[in-house]
């Protein structure tokens, strides 16, 4: 094997060691799992703006499906905040509707 062949089995070996040990922190795994299917070749799927929701996404629209899961916490702490004081609409469709939506994304 020349050097670098070895160096590419050695990123290979490493890229599957990461995704093992890894995996239980779902963004990471999101990210490997990511630079796999385009070191393979995969098709990247965020040509344009949204990226959807699953991949593989170009580097740019990984970082923007990163960023969009980190901002659901804060948004969910948003709309917990308004319900407790009260700031939200009484008609009890819309807080069935923020209730349902906080309990699907694990809030409470």
């Known amino acids: 094997m020349t050097s670098s062949q070895e160096t590419l089995e050695r990123y290979r070996v490493k890229l599957h ?6 995996a239980e922190f779902p963004e990471v795994a999101l990210v490997l799992d990511n630079l796999a299917a385009e070191a393979e070749g995969k098709e990247s799927l965020s040509a ?15 970082r923007d499906v990163l960023r969009r899961r980190h901002a659901v916490p ?7 905040h308004a319900r407790g004081c009260g700031l939200l609409s009484p008609e009890p469709n819309s807080l069935t509707m923020i209730d349902a939506a906080i309990a699907k994304a694990g809030g409470k």
């Open 17 to 22: 060691e990461y995704q093992r040990w890894l």
């Open 48 to 62: 344009s703006y949204a990226p959807p929701d699953s991949g593989p996404w170009t580097v740019s629209g990984l």
């Open 74 to 80: 804060d948004l969910l702490a948003a709309l917990k």
